[in-house]
C-alpha cells in the first residue's frame, strides 16, 4: 500500500523560505494534498496537486511535483512567525481509495 | 455554524466509562470519517462512512463504535477504552468518498481524549 514520508522537523528564520519534503510509493497516486495543523486545531487543507502537473504557485506557496522520483515539496516564501505549525503530505489514489498521511513536519519559525 | 465541529473538545474517561464523540459537517457532504492521531505517529484512519453506510473498517478494536444516524453526523462510541487509546480525535467529510477530483477532505478541531 501507500506509504508516505516526511522529516519530521524543520526549523527557519522568519523572512528565509521553508521547503518541506515528502516521499511517497505508490506510482499511481493522482491526487497531492499539503495540510496545516495549527496548535489545538484540526487539519486546514493548505493546496494540492494533481499528478500530470509539475508545479504549482498559489500566493507565497509553491509546490513542486517530481513524479519520475515520487517527491513533493512545499515551498513557503517570506516564512512568517504565523506558519508555525505541523505540515502533512497525504497522497490520494492508488488501489486503497484513502488519503495517506506523513507524520507530519513541524515547522518552527524563529524571530 | 460552519465546516466540521466537534464536541466535546477535551474528554477525560477511566477505563469503565462509556462516551461518545460527536463530529456534524454542515458541507452538505456525502461522506465522513473518523481518523486516530497519536505523538508520533501518522494519522491512521479509523472509519469511513459513505451516505450513511460503513464502507471501511481498518481493524479498529470493537471498543470503539461508530454510528452514522444521517449524513450530516457522525459518532463515535467509546467503552472499556485503554490508556493508549489516547490521543486526537479527529473528524472529516468529503464530497463524495472515492477517487474524484474535488474530494478534499475537511477536517474538525478534533477532541483531545485522555484515558486514565
Known amino acids: 500500500g501507500e506509504d508516505v514520508e516526511q522529516s519530521l522537523f524543520l526549523s527557519v528564520r522568519e523572512g528565509d523560505s521553508s521547503v518541506i519534503n515528502c516521499t511517497y510509493t505508490d506510482s499511481s497516486s493522482t491526487y497531492l494534498y499539503w495540510y496545516k495543523q495549527e496548535p489545538g486545531a484540526g487539519l486546514q487543507l493548505l493546496t494540492y496537486i494533481f499528478s500530470n502537473m509539475d508545479m504549482k504557485q498559489d500566493q507565497r506557496l509553491t509546490v513542486l511535483l517530481n513524479k519520475k522520483d515520487k517527491h513533493l515539496s512545499l515551498r513557503i516564501a517570506d516564512t512568517q512567525t504565523g506558519d508555525s505549525a505541523i505540515y502533512f503530505c497525504?497522497?490520494?489514489?492508488?488501489?486503497?481509495?484513502?488519503?495517506?498521511f506523513g507524520k507530519g513536519t513541524k515547522l518552527s519559525v524563529k524571530p | 455554524e460552519t465546516g466540521v465541529t466537534q464536541t466535546p473538545r477535551h474528554l477525560v474517561m477511566g477505563m469503565t466509562n462509556k462516551k461518545s464523540l460527536k463530529c456534524e459537517q454542515h458541507l452538505g457532504h456525502n461522506a465522513m470519517y473518523w481518523y486516530k492521531q497519536s505523538a508520533k505517529k501518522p494519522l491512521e484512519l479509523m472509519f469511513v462512512y459513505s451516505l450513511e453506510e460503513r464502507v471501511e473498517n481498518n481493524s479498529v478494536p470493537s471498543r470503539f463504535s461508530p454510528e452514522c444516524p444521517n449524513s450530516s453526523h457522525l459518532f463515535l462510541h467509546l467503552h472499556t477504552l485503554q490508556p493508549e487509546d489516547s490521543a486526537l480525535y479527529l473528524c472529516?467529510?468529503?464530497?463524495?468518498?472515492?477517487?474524484?477530483?474535488?474530494?478534499?477532505?475537511?477536517f474538525g478541531p478534533g477532541t483531545r481524549l485522555t484515558v486514565l
Open positions: 472529516a467529510s468529503s464530497q463524495d468518498h472515492g477517487l474524484a477530483w474535488g474530494n478534499e477532505q475537511f
Open positions: 497525504a497522497a490520494y489514489g492508488g488501489s486503497q481509495g484513502n488519503l495517506i
